[in-house]
């Protein structure tokens, strides 16, 4: 399927196990490609697309050591003014949330945002991690 896109370095496929015995096992897959423009290419055309009744959750793999260091700075980044939110339509993109805050507080009021979808039951909504840029914009959104 993605190698319509460009030539496969390798590809790592994981079986996932779940919490609850009666759901299925989900899989993972790792490609790596040759070329990071092919590799874009592939993100922006499969994220979300249906195959065989799944929907598939498609975005660019970090290190390892990347990724933690982006969760720690993240936790840093101006304490309080992080947010976990979670219950929204798995539709919403960053475009639409970012509109939903600016229309809370005031417009450019989101730092950063990260919207996640949730590996182990696709039926669950996403969750975001939305860095607002003020401790007065977060109490603005909690009231």
Request: charged letters at 35%; a neutral charge; glycine letters at 4%.
């Given at each position: 399927?993605?190698?319509?896109?460009?030539?496969?370095?390798?590809?790592?496929?994981?079986?996932?196990?779940?919490?609850?015995?009666?759901?299925?096992?989900?899989?993972?897959?790792?490609?790596?490609?040759?070329?990071?423009?092919?590799?874009?290419?592939?993100i922006?055309?499969?994220?979300?697309?249906?195959?065989?009744?799944?929907?598939?959750?498609?975005?660019?793999?970090?290190?390892?050591?990347?990724?933690?260091?982006?969760?720690i700075?993240?936790?840093?980044?101006?304490?309080?003014?992080?947010?976990?939110?979670?219950?929204?339509?798995?539709?919403?993109?960053?475009?639409?949330l970012?509109?939903?805050?600016?229309?809370?507080?005031?417009?450019?009021?989101?730092?950063?945002?990260?919207?996640?979808?949730?590996?182990?039951?696709?039926?669950?909504?996403?969750?975001?991690?939305?860095?607002?840029?003020?401790?007065?914009?977060?109490?603005?959104?909690?009231?």
């Amino acid at each position: 399927m993605f190698e319509t896109f460009g030539k496969l370095e390798s590809v790592l496929i994981q079986r996932v196990k779940r919490t609850n015995p009666d759901a299925p096992d989900r899989l993972l897959a790792l490609v790596f490609f040759n070329d990071s423009e092919k590799a874009a290419k592939a993100i922006e055309e499969m994220h979300e697309k249906e195959v065989d009744g799944h929907k598939l959750y498609v975005a660019k793999g970090l290190k390892r050591q990347q990724l933690d260091q982006d969760i720690i700075e993240f936790k840093k980044d101006e304490k309080r003014c992080n947010l976990f939110v979670k219950g929204f339509p798995s539709e919403i993109n960053e475009t639409i949330l970012t509109a939903f805050f600016e229309r809370i507080t005031q417009p450019g009021a989101i730092k950063k945002m990260r919207i996640e979808n949730d590996w182990y039951d696709s039926t669950k909504a996403n969750f975001a991690f939305v860095c607002l840029k003020t401790p007065d914009l977060v109490n603005l959104v909690k009231q």
